[in-house]
């Protein structure tokens, strides 16, 4: 599924969480802005930072929007965010629920002062603790599970002495998947679901601590990786270093990865509880080239996340690798679609194919899904005007089957092509000569020893799921 | 004290509120919309508009934001805003606490559905009734003590059958001033408290229910003035029509309306608990060229609250009234003040002494009050220069010497002129000929019968208050 | 005619012109913004500012855009238009003709280096002089006539040595109304059409010249008034002072002032040509009580232009004064308009009676104008309806019956209920109890021995005209 | 050189242009709207639109403004700009010259009603035919060069009958580089200067007309290739079809086309006069390999415009290609730069390293340009860190010696590393393995037969040129 296609069709990863923590007492705003750039790609939606300076007022101050980070911060904003600990978020924008309150990270002030939550993932039983903590009079601004978090660890925080054991408690109550960035006036805490479904990791710059989704974001502002944060655990940054609690975890065989950060969400440089996302692709594709050799001239990856297990594919076949298409990076989620009966299509204005790549070739053309066929019937389309003699579809994914109540935000049944056809149909819709998905049994080969989740594909979900879609439950 | 001393010194009302709730099932957003123009000078701040559809999904729509109504709304908004039952609220922006999260009306999701608060007013006991939710697990997400009353109806509403119970029970719990309008999914309810220290009114066009904060929104959007609020009164508008419930009311001669709306706050084309804000004023200059004859050509206000009160002076003293400024309606908040060292001045840019009025003139000049006194001697210089023989300055109110905890932003005392000065001194500090401040006895001649609060002027307030000023208090 | 009015029906002056030679060298692009918002009222479309550095490198730097000054202008852009020779323009919003490219002053370079021209009025033979110009390979980048100047300045400037001399050619070929602001690399040049249809001042503060549409704006930046530019004057400020060329100018009896100036397009606090506006119109409403004296308990005007007029009205009758209305200042001309649908108007969004001065009062109710009469019916209803037992309504110009060649967007015949009805049908159309314009032969009294233009009223143009409208020619 | 590095130094391509005219009547805004989007990566400081309807009153509507394609326009604006004939620009920021007055096409009246001009690149002799044009009274609003030929073809339209004839005409007196498109009001006219320096084709979709700088525009508008036009030629598009007039071409030996089109400004699935870029780029690399051979493990490109060159390097030399690098698509030309002092970096920001390809491996980098040598030191430094053992650059163009007169902007001599350092300086200095610069020899392996210039790189310019740097003579 290349780039795009995620805005159009509302499929996509719902957060990016970021935190830094300078024990030096330096403005860390500058570092999260930067931070959340490298983490763009998981939302476009909105952003927000907050940070607060632990050794002066402990005064939050906050910025969020409705934008790319680009879009919502500038000069002045990042000046005036003040303070050496700071928790960043990016949003993905599901269809129709763009609403700025929703913006993260939540900000609350609570018994013990000031709580900061930034979120990535999906509760399974938000609605029920919605639910009963509105039997207690609670009240709710926004329509994010996020708040049901920050109500339970405010709850718990009043029995406990330090935030992170709220921040346990409340894990005991919910479920789902979640990796959370939360800052109380004096520490920052991370913390992972048991499961391991979302990423987060840990990251060091001289003595500035970083929490963030993805390894890349590391890279972006300079700091070394020192360890994934593991699932179940908490782990906490205070003045006097770090600290972790792994009494939430589960036996590692029980854990459950989303596997769709390694083929789809996650940025190519990086690393993931180990496992390089672009060695993960590169073996998809060589996967795929085992499953379905075909002979042919060339192999190409749809742009952009194609483009890595094209290149697995060529090496495992020894069919040579080629650049098939120019994608214009200036088309942003704003530009006007074009209507129907216009010859221009999205697609076309999009991505373009170089004719003297593909001019009187077969093609091995690798994407990382399918979602309504039609992206890829035009592509293929483009690419036989073009001149190719032969396009043969290799998909990185197995066909998406069930819905994912983890965070991703796979479109409705009916949209999906393969729920309704098999693949040799689905072949014929989209006008290829040869289609392969991944096969399920295979999907380990990227991973190697790590548990992980591919219920959208199996139905085999981690853990019990309620029987419908909840996504939208509070709007 | 004119218009735009009130935005650089930071004096001013908290807010304005507004309801509409047609029966009929039509569109209230635009009718909100208008209110909300009409009350425009009783916050500049933010503004907000929240919806519902009583007929249909009930779901909540709402749009607010920074800036003036015309800054936030627009057609494609309004559009948007679709349901019978509207709540509108104008916010004051103190200094420094311009924050897009404390915008109004607030809406929350709680245990029977959604409902939508704009408050006007301040509590005097919120610090506490804070601390008190905070202990049983509350989270507050704004600065604004209006989320203390949600929190308080949220929590009643569990044990009550009806919205408007909800509202009483909160309302035995708040202590202060508020004027409240309140949406659930099927009704519009009004509250205010027992003191009557804020405004409200109810108003009719058709099948549409208005609720106010002063008549002159009724005017705008053409409905018929009903009755006001009475103090402590709880009214409910549900389609089966208004029900009242005045168990929270206080015998009338505790009653404390806040003076200060008749001497600045509302509009001149206001009536607010039968007493028509025009009359008052002029009966304020009236008072004073009783308790403050002198011989002289001409009565001349400082635009632009000023005005009626130099009528009524004239009209009692026999002096002719004359129009003696030009003030410039451009100059809004966000203008480029000037520096100091240049010759342009923040007075002369908004006001222009017209000379052919004043030249040889000996001039009695009404203002509604003095905060720091640099404006008045600006303008009094300005006179002078003009040809003005004599200055003798008449002002429609007592000097501030306490803080207000309802609601009102009057500057700190070291900010006040007439903290630290007699009226002797103030008179020479201005360089006034004369200087007559309105006797507070004879603040009740402007309001007849009724109970008010004169307690900036006196100190004797009508509640326990807290000893020191709380209005920053969650910032 | 109220304010508000001129938005929606498109009557209303051109444009207003600002210049500030700071002789000292220091910077005058603030003086100019403030001058600007002391000319707003003559222009709200669009407006620039344009300033060089006599001293240093002689580069212009400028910014214009849509909008208020207030809108186009912030602290930043000020900063960076650095110079101590500036020229301001604001322009009116012709129906429809709303264009970046149009906004002034225009910046050109030419063969002596960089001119820079503001331009209030019109010409009559802009059309045979564009012609013209295009005849010999001109081209023209916006559609007002002032670019057509231009052209005639820098081609004249290769046969004269100086600037000013340039200027006089220009104004030889030229024909129409002009008040014109220019600034060369090293002067200030300012000049008015031989019959002064236009105003244009002199100011001077310290050792910065200002020249001004109207006096107004030499208060407004602490300047004093030193005199006006005499008609059809060439006035030019070097490093040496002050230089007159006064050899375009034509007898004082042929001259011929545009009387709406004094009737609604100046400020009250400006004087134009010895005359004081606030004057005039206190005379135009003493014309008019002799005129037309009625018996009746109060005068109101309505706000703000027929406040004055009425003012005089009461002193030469003897009948009080009163404010019977009060105006929304916070509508601006973005808001939106109320559909014909809705029992919100617009007339009652920005104005509101109070019922409190007006009830069971005969009203004597002055405004400077009647276009169209919707606005002027609706007020006269809510007059009655707020108790006014009868209301006599005198307008303080004559009939329109003519268009202006000179700048003036007076509506087209049909929409100007003069055009087609008689004073008598007018009354009744809109509701009066009875009628009186202000008499053509009492116009004089406005302004003494100031030769005058009356040609809207009487169809006596002071030159020969085009026999159409020529206003959108170049759109 | 890198797509960021072109932000921030300062060099790149002036303009693209784009031309739709619809033969049937439809709107051609979309069309002209996606072409921009197609040719965006030519210039993205500011862009415009102006189309004429031919069938109807031929007025022309345009819009222009600051920023990308997308920051523009939005759905309303493209729904005002109703006509059947569209001519489209993008122009390139040049350091400091942002101003919105520059924006083009320029839409300008004349003597024949209505001129729409678009032009890419830079005349030679601008300065002088100014000159002369002020000297016969012309003014100039601007501060490109494009307005000399607009006053040029206005000129010379007094002269003949059809506006072709009077570019051609204009085209003799004009000498640089041009790629024109135009509209007059009933035909859209391109035009090429004889020497071919600036790209220009043909396109066709159903009975539409296209212009556009490069063929992916075409591609991008669902439009077929038609031809290129010629340098020297005038092609024009009436409702009779095309006509075309080739007297002013040169002989093709003399022709010279800009080799940096092919190195780096066009996109890869363009085809500029039958040379397709990525097939020129694959040559480049192949040269390079020849020239420059080298033992290593991996060949690696730099996002984006190193890529190709990088696989054709591959090729050549049978080292495998690889993806070394992730680039961030959201870093936008706002974002805000990393102080000095912090630890993050552009480089880093915008690009990184994906440890896993270039782990223990010899590194062949190739990209297209070293402007200042930094970034390219940076990247070398990140690769190294990440594990690579020898990093071997490869530049697929000579060392810039030379000032470009034509359009491309080049940094000055002292900013380019290049202009004092020898190959093995800039070595050492950018911490290289080896560095090989393309051979000037080997240059036309890239084009072919094609004419060309490569002034830039030897100084052998094809025309006479001014002898200093005249690209800001203007501002």
Chains 1, 2, 3, 4 share one sequence.
Do not use: W
């Not at 992972?192 to 972006?220: H, M, Q, V, W």
């Not at 200036?330 to 999009?350: A, D, N, W």
């Amino acid at each position: 599924m290349n780039q795009f296609e995620q805005v159009t069709t509302g499929m996509g990863e719902e957060c990016g969480v970021f935190g830094a923590y300078d024990m030096d007492g330096g403005n860390v705003a500058p570092t999260v802005y930067y931070g959340l750039f490298a983490l763009q790609h998981r939302g476009q939606e909105s952003c927000g930072i907050a940070v607060t300076d632990t050794y002066g007022e402990r005064k939050v101050r906050s910025k969020k929007g409705l934008g790319l980070v680009n879009d919502v911060f500038d000069g002045e904003s990042l000046e005036e965010l003040k303070g050496n600990l700071g928790v960043g978020h990016v949003r993905y924008s599901t269809a129709g629920g763009s609403r700025a309150e929703n913006a993260m990270p939540l900000v609350i002030n609570y018994v013990k002062g000031t709580l900061v939550i930034a979120h990535n993932g999906n509760l399974t039983n938000a609605i029920e603790l919605r639910r009963e903590l509105e039997y207690t009079g609670a009240i709710f601004q926004t329509t994010i599970d996020s708040e049901v978090i920050a109500y339970h660890i405010a709850r718990e925080r009043l029995n406990v002495g330090k935030a992170e054991d709220a921040v346990k408690n409340a894990m005991k109550k919910i479920r789902g998947a979640y990796a959370l960035v939360v800052s109380s006036p004096r520490k920052m805490i991370g913390a992972r679901d048991p499961f391991g479904l979302k990423p987060l990791c840990i990251g060091k710059r001289d003595n500035t601590y970083i929490l963030a989704s993805e390894s890349c974001a590391l890279s972006a502002v300079g700091a070394d990786f020192v360890r994934d944060v593991e699932p179940g655990e908490i782990v906490s940054f205070t003045k006097n270093g770090i600290e972790s609690d792994r009494s939430m975890a589960i036996p590692a065989d029980k854990q459950a990865r989303c596997i769709f950060e390694y083929i789809y969400f996650a940025r190519t440089d990086s690393t993931l509880d180990g496992v390089n996302v672009y060695h993960a692709r590169i073996t998809a594709g060589r996967a795929l080239a085992k499953s379905y050799p075909v002979e042919a001239d060339l192999v190409v990856g749809v742009p952009d996340s194609g483009l890595v297990a094209a290149k697995g594919y060529s090496e495992e076949s020894g069919i040579p690798y080629g650049m098939a298409f120019h994608k214009n990076s200036y088309v942003g989620r704003t530009f006007i679609k074009p209507s129907q009966s216009e010859r221009e299509s999205s697609v076309k204005i999009k991505l373009n194919v170089i004719e003297e790549v593909v001019r009187g070739k077969r093609i091995v053309m690798v994407d990382d899904s399918i979602v309504r066929g039609t992206t890829c019937a035009n592509i293929i389309k483009m690419l036989k005007k073009a001149g190719a003699l032969e396009v043969h579809v290799r998909i990185s994914s197995p066909p998406f089957l069930y819905p994912c109540y983890f965070g991703t935000d796979v479109p409705s049944n009916e949209q999906l092509i393969a729920h309704a056809h098999t693949p040799k149909e689905i072949q014929k819709m989209i006008g290829a000569d040869s289609l392969g998905y991944m096969e399920i049994d295979r999907l380990k080969e990227m991973v190697g020893d790590l548990g992980y989740c591919d219920a959208c594909f199996t139905g085999n979900y981690p853990m019990e799921v309620p029987g419908r879609d909840v996504s939208q439950a509070f709007e």
